[in-house]
């Protein structure tokens, strides 16, 4: 569903007056599709007909904008990475230079092996024995085998364009894997990064960053025995 800005096309090439500015549009319209189609191990309960759907609305002057999605919805027990998430952004452009970004994201999975549990492993999992396991939660209080592992994040971007071929951007995150399961360590952490991004040609992109990370209640790094690390990377896009 998409509306121009104050109207909608009507029959007939006829057009009706709308009362809200801006443009929405569904992205896609939402859609099934094969579930974690990759995996090639054992049957999972990911590879099942899941959901994706997303929504966004586009202020009339273009400075502002909000995109909302949700991925891969189909009940979310656990397997071979079969995460449901849910994630919305908000974008908004100060001038021609500066842009600035928020975004907010969720992930779970439901059903998953409790490795705090006095009951773990007692009951085998079919998915644990594989060499591409995927990892386990640690959802402590809760004496039960299996529990709901989640994490969340909120971050944030800043962007500014300094010439035309040439854009600067900062990045703070603060991330929590409650459970554990997706770094391994039930912690949160935050993050902050600068990179650069220059285009030689309308086609080729290099992306240099430096980028902070800290581990906020537990040593997570170097096998759980530093909580910081900062690294430097870079990539050579070529768009076609």
Known sequence: ?????????????GQAYSLLPGVWTTVPAGYLSAGQS???????????????????????DAYNAIYSCANAINGGTYGYNNLQQYTTTIYHKFDENWHVTFEGWNMHQNITPNAAS??????PDQFLNQNNVFPVATCKGNIQPSC???EWSVLTYLNYKFSPQDNLSWRAEYFND????????ATSYFNYAMGWQHWFTPTITIRPEVAFYNSLKTPAFSNGTQSHA????????WHY
């Open 230 to 237: 900062t690294i430097f990377s870079a990539d050579l896009i």
């Open 1 to 13: 569903m998409e509306r121009a800005p104050h109207h909608l096309s009507g029959p007939a090439g």
């Open 38 to 60: 990759g995996y090639s191990g054992q049957v999972d309960p990911g590879i099942r007909p899941s959901f994706t759907g997303c929504v966004r609305y586009q202020s009339d």
């Open 118 to 123: 006095p009951y773990y492993g007692v009951v």
């Open 148 to 150: 709901t592992s989640s």
């Open 178 to 185: 409650i459970t554990g399961q997706r770094t391994g360590f």
